[in-house]
């Protein structure tokens, strides 16, 4: 392989995401996942266990000087294993990575063309978006997918139906779809004073035979007219028994009054300064 065929410069490779296990015994077995911005194409880099240092996994800088160069062409997913010389050595692993196959929506949004915006956690920014301020919410890497696949399928079902935001479009990476765009409600998290109105939006989530599987207070957002809308659908059940639709409704007092902060996670992007 010539010098032409390697990417040798980091100034046009970056680390958008990683996943380094940083305790023991983790740190000595597990391997390091980095989602990457090679050029104009998203890469996933494997790195296995031993190779560099916890400081260094966790450091972009330090692991993009160290890390061997990295081949050209469209391939999507690479291992960094020891050579048979003992030095660092970049392996393709050819192999298509797992995409959403719900795939209703029309329009199509590449997630490189969206802007780094307010972090919110790993897979969940606030982005300008046609001029306005929306939600992105993509899988982060390929064991996200199932969740992502769950969320769409859901907000298939209830468009239109005002229970959630407006889904605006899918976001894709290549030829895969890996999440969604959706429409930013500014407002609060429920409390106990709004428990008729959150019982209202969850039996007609359950009318289209939904579970939203996690509705601590964080999931509805109260916008300045009392209006409820509910976020964050990657743990609900489609088609689910009575049983679980009566359980779910049987514990919103409890979750209306909770002030642990559990669940708020996904709700601070929708949450008013």
């Not at 031993?50 to 081949?71: C, R, T």
């Not at 199932?146 to 030829?175: K, N, S």
């Amino acid at each position: 392989m010539g010098d032409a065929d390697l990417v040798t410069s980091t100034l046009d490779v970056e680390v958008l995401l990683m996943d380094v296990p940083c305790d023991a015994p983790d740190v000595d077995t597990e391997d390091s996942h980095f989602r990457m911005r090679v050029g104009k194409q998203v890469k996933y880099i494997v790195i296995e266990p031993g190779i560099f240092p916890v400081d260094v996994l966790s450091f972009p800088p330090d692991l993009l000087a160290q890390l061997p160069p990295l081949p050209a062409g469209d391939w999507v997913q690479a291992r960094v294993a020891r050579g048979v010389d003992g030095n660092p050595a970049v392996q393709l692993i050819h192999m298509a990575l797992a995409s959403v196959r719900t795939q209703w929506h029309q329009n199509r949004v590449d997630v490189l063309s969206l802007p780094r915006g307010k972090f919110v956690k790993g897979n969940v920014r606030v982005v300008q978006y046609a001029s306005k301020l929306v939600i992105a919410k993509f899988a982060a890497f390929e064991w996200d997918i199932p969740r992502r696949e769950r969320e769409i399928a859901v907000y298939q079902a209830i468009d239109g139906c005002g229970l959630g935001p407006t889904f605006l479009g899918h976001i894709v990476e290549g030829d895969r779809v890996i999440g969604f765009l959706l429409e930013l409600l500014p407002g609060r998290p429920a409390g106990p004073e709004d428990l008729q109105e959150c019982i209202g939006v969850v039996q007609r989530l359950h009318a289209l035979d939904i579970v939203h599987g996690d509705p601590n207070r964080y999931n509805f957002i109260v916008a300045s007219d009392g209006t409820v809308t509910l976020i964050d659908f990657e743990n609900a059940v489609l088609c689910p028994g009575a049983e679980e639709k009566d359980q779910e409704l049987a514990t919103l007092p409890a979750q209306l009054s909770e002030e642990t902060g559990r669940g708020r996670g996904v709700s601070e992007a929708f949450l008013e300064d």
